[in-house]
């Protein structure tokens, strides 16, 4: 019983430092990435909204003739 206590806690510590080795590297990329000037950001949530819809459209056609 105390090993498996001991291989899940291990377990649970290796995530963890995935996940934190994962936001570190993906904090440095928003860094190092351009800035955007003049970023609408309502348009852009419009135009990802749009985007969605559209694709759930798809999928739904797609469901209905069976692909």
């Known amino acids: 019983m105390k090993n498996t206590s001991i291989s899940n806690e291990a377990y649970l510590l290796e995530n963890e430092d995935r996940k934190e080795t994962s936001?570190?590297?993906?904090?440095?990329?928003?860094l190092e990435s351009p800035r955007v000037e003049n970023f609408d950001f309502?348009?852009?949530?419009?135009?990802?909204?749009?985007?969605?819809?559209k694709k759930g459209k798809l999928a739904l056609r797609q469901e209905a003739i069976g692909e």
Do not use: W
């Not at 936001?23 to 928003?30: D, E, Y």
């Open 23 to 30: 936001l570190r590297i993906a904090i440095q990329k928003g």
């Open 42 to 53: 309502d348009e852009n949530l419009n135009q990802q909204k749009a985007k969605k819809r």
